[in-house]
């Protein structure tokens, strides 16, 4: 999955995402991507997030809309995606996922949750000072 | 330093983040830019975990979900179960654009999209079938029924409910397996 936001020089945000979803999924399932707040949320007034991972259990907990309304009250984009995080990890210690956040002052964070095979996430930055994709990494 | 324009994904997907620069700097609006970046890794099938030929279903057939929006208006377009359509990402955006939906799923979403000029094509590829033969041939492992009969961590379907129900046994985690 790709999951991207963006945010214009005017603060204007908008996120999306794509899949092909979960590999010999059963037919007819549809994960987090495609569910606003959950695959992607953005609102103009706060910022963007974006979830990957195991769509069945980050849908149930709309991490990217969390992740947006906790930046909505002044949380930072680091602080709002751990908790993000940490909310479905209190129900699903084992769980894999990441999610990234970014407010419209042009600060961005994520985190991920540590499992095994799975201890650092890795993102993509554009902007005006890296002038080329710059890729960024977070310790699960 | 914060600055802005900032663009941001997730994975190390350089080429569509840049795709998304590109077109911001094109004069192309913040959804022009989540949707050039997004196509530009449904074409590239980023990390097979994108687009066509990767995750292939039970049955070996690739689907689509995606969805954009529009922080401004809080517009969303999205598709779900996408069959036969390269670029969900531009049905996505056409379903937001084009109707006031929000969501279109399945078959439905395709009829959709090729009524707005999606072209409809095959998204199987050699490598799509490469797995899905795999795993046919693992006795469809891993899997995620449960409940069911015959045994799914053993065994192929066609499943039919299990007499009891059990806790889920833990599955093993493949980082290139993600939604």
Not at chain 1, 31 to 39: E, K, L, Q, R
Not at chain 2, 101 to 130: P, W, Y
Request: include cysteine; glycine fraction near 10%; aromatic fraction near 6%.
């Amino acid at each position: 999955t790709i999951g991207m936001i963006v945010i214009g020089k005017d603060g204007q945000v908008a996120a999306g995402t794509s899949t092909n979803g979960a590999n010999h999924k059963v037919p007819g399932r549809v994960g987090d991507s495609p569910i606003a707040g959950a695959g992607s949320y953005a609102d103009s007034t706060a910022g963007g997030a974006a979830a990957t991972g195991d769509g069945d259990v980050m849908m149930r907990f709309l991490p990217s809309y969390l992740a947006v309304e906790l930046m909505k009250t002044g949380t930072d984009p680091s602080t709002a995606c751990k908790t993000s995080i940490s909310r479905i990890k209190i129900h699903y210690p084992g769980f894999f996922g990441a999610v990234i956040c970014a407010n419209t002052t042009g600060h961005y964070g994520a985190a991920c949750n540590k499992v095994p095979g799975f201890s650092k996430f890795t993102f993509v930055v554009y902007n005006s000072q890296s002038n080329s994709p710059l890729l960024q990494s977070v310790d699960c | 330093q914060a600055t802005l324009p900032l663009v941001i994904n997730t994975w190390p997907f350089e080429h569509a983040t840049a795709a998304a620069w590109s077109a911001l700097q094109a004069g192309g609006s913040v959804l022009d830019a989540v949707e050039k970046g997004c196509a530009r890794c449904e074409a590239d099938q980023c990390d097979g975990s994108v687009g066509f030929g990767g995750s292939p279903d039970e049955r070996g057939e690739t689907t689509l979900d995606a969805m954009i929006m529009n922080g401004n208006t809080m517009e969303v377009g999205a598709v779900g179960d996408l069959r036969r359509i390269k670029n969900a990402i531009g049905v996505a955006r056409a379903v937001m654009e084009r109707t006031d939906h929000t969501l279109l799923v399945g078959e439905s979403a395709s009829v959709f999209a090729e009524n707005m000029g999606f072209t409809a094509e095959d998204l199987t590829t050699n490598k799509s079938i490469s797995i899905f033969t795999q795993w046919l041939k693992d006795n469809c492992q891993p899997n995620y029924r449960k409940n069911v009969s015959p045994d799914p961590s053993q065994y192929c379907g066609p499943y039919k409910p299990g007499a009891t129900l059990r806790q889920r046994r833990k599955r093993q985690i493949d980082i290139h397996a993600h939604d």
